[in-house]
């Protein structure tokens, strides 16, 4: 089963509003998830890094003020998309890192649909 | 800085036949290497990884990818393809000494099997 959520997997917004996407880690805690986005036919972008009770650090040209993330806790990131616009509509991905004494294991969600109209 | 190219957008082969789709990679330091698949609409799925170990890395569904460190590539190989593999691959290097963690994708490949 599914060890990394994401929610929603599908959503509409109108233009102008703010969409939080949620990631969550489901049986373990995860101290650094990642979000990318996806355009149609087209790789993934990685975004930025979450990291838990801190700044997410984000990948050059991706603007923070309009890609707000939020890892206030070892299971939960969030990324919210503000003041959206019909560009930003795209696949958004994000990751989790589980470490263990075993070595480090990334862990991709399925994935969540924006559509900005 | 680490990046990872796929040269072919689609690569055609028909049922039954064998089939590769390209990687390389550039790293400062050791990599890690993945492949992932995405089918329509989906998000990813893991295929294999190489960390260190035997060149030739078995993985899900009956791929296989050979780490080729001199050419830096991690071609990712079926003995015999089905209409069920057609789908998006994507290939993904993560520099096994970086403290971030973050793995970069390769454009993607689309692998389509003709019956």
């Known amino acids: 089963g599914a060890v990394v959520s994401q929610h929603p997997s599908w959503v509409i917004c109108k233009s102008g509003t703010s969409v939080k996407i949620e990631c969550r880690s489901l049986?373990?805690?995860?101290?650094?998830m990642f979000w990318y986005r996806q355009f149609p036919k087209q790789s993934l972008m990685l975004m930025a890094t979450s990291n838990e009770g801190s700044k997410a650090t984000y990948e050059q040209g991706v603007e923070k003020d309009k890609f707000l993330i939020n890892h206030a806790s070892l299971t939960l990131s969030t990324l919210t998309v503000t003041s959206a616009h019909p560009e930003d509509s795209s696949f958004y991905i994000c990751?989790?890192?589980?470490?263990?004494?075993?070595?480090?294991?990334?862990?991709f969600g399925e994935g969540s649909w924006l559509t900005v109209v | 800085a680490q990046s990872v190219a796929q040269p072919e957008d689609q690569v055609n082969v028909a049922e039954g036949n064998p089939l590769t789709v390209k990687c390389t990679y550039s790293?400062?330091?050791?990599?890690?290497l993945f492949w992932y698949v995405q089918y329509p609409n989906r998000g990813l799925q893991f295929l294999l990884k190489y960390i260190t170990g035997d060149n030739l890395v078995k993985g899900s569904y009956g791929f296989e990818a050979e780490f080729n460190k001199s050419q830096t590539s991690f071609h990712l190989k079926k003995p015999s393809a089905l209409v069920s593999d057609s789908a998006l691959y994507f290939c993904?290097?993560?520099?096994?000494?970086?403290?971030?963690?973050?793995?970069?994708f390769g454009s993607g490949t689309r692998l389509s099997i003709r019956p």
């Open positions: 049986d373990f805690q995860a101290t650094t």
């Open positions: 790293v400062s330091g050791n990599p890690y």
């Open positions: 993904a290097v993560r520099d096994m000494y970086s403290s971030a963690s973050k793995i970069i």
């Open positions: 990751s989790a890192l589980r470490t263990s004494n075993r070595g480090n294991t990334i862990y």
